[in-house]
Each structure stands twice: as structure tokens, then as C-alpha cells.
Nanobody, 115 residues
Framework: QVQLVESGGGLVQAGGSLRLSCAAS????????MGWYRQAPGKQRELVAA???????NYADSVKGRFTISRDNRKNTVYLQMNSLKPEDTAVYYC?????????WGQGTQVTVSS
């Protein structure tokens, strides 16, 4: 059974930092590209960052230089280090992977940045 379990969200002031974690199970983690998406109220879900099994990364322009995605293939875990947070980063953050061309999602973790 595929599971993606996010943790690490919370309330932080603008300029602060948070680290999100996503523990994965039920598939061969090292073979899969992992992504972090976010969805703010009234907006579409958007890609924040992604990392391949080999460690190649890509980021949304809005988070470049502030967020860092990483993974530990021994722990089947992907991370999102978020620095210099802004109120516009407020959203539910979701962990994602694709299996057999179908997207799989975690339950999401709320990140709220106060001004």
C-alpha cells in the first residue's frame, strides 16, 4: 500500500523557516521522482519543487533561492527546507509521486506565514 505522510508544517512569522518531511512507503523510493506541491485557498495546486532519484532538482520561480528540496533514499524520506518565508507561501503543502502514470498524494500539511 502506497503511503506518503507529511509532517513539519505550522505557523511561522515572515522571514522564518520550516522544514517539511514526507515519509514514503509501499514503492521503490529510489526509482521515483518526488515532488512538493502547494495549494492556497481559492488557487490551483502548484508545483513547488521536485527531485529525481538521482538528486536532480527543479523549483518554481517563486521559491528559487529560498527553498531546498532533498531526499534520503535510505530513510525513504523527502524534505523541503523553507527559508525566508513570506505570507504568500501560506498554503497546504502536499508530497507527491507518480506510480504507473497516476499521481499519488499525501494528506497535506498546513503552512501559515504571518506578516
Amino acid at each position: 500500500q502506497v503511503q506518503l505522510v507529511e509532517s513539519g508544517g505550522g505557523l511561522v512569522q515572515a522571514g522564518g523557516s520550516l522544514r517539511l518531511s514526507c515519509a514514503a512507503s509501499g514503492f521503490i523510493f529510489i526509482f521515483n521522482t518526488m515532488g512538493w506541491y502547494r495549494q492556497a485557498p481559492g488557487k490551483q495546486r502548484e508545483l513547488v519543487a521536485a527531485i529525481t532519484g538521482g538528486g536532480s532538482t527543479n523549483y518554481a520561480d517563486s521559491v528559487k533561492g529560498r527553498f531546498t528540496i532533498s531526499r534520503d533514499n535510505r530513510k525513504n524520506t523527502v524534505y523541503l527546507q523553507m527559508n525566508s518565508l513570506k505570507p504568500e507561501d501560506t498554503a497546504v503543502y502536499y508530497c507527491n509521486t507518480n506510480l504507473r502514470d497516476l499521481p499519488r498524494w499525501g494528506q497535506g500539511t498546513q503552512v501559515t506565514v504571518s506578516s
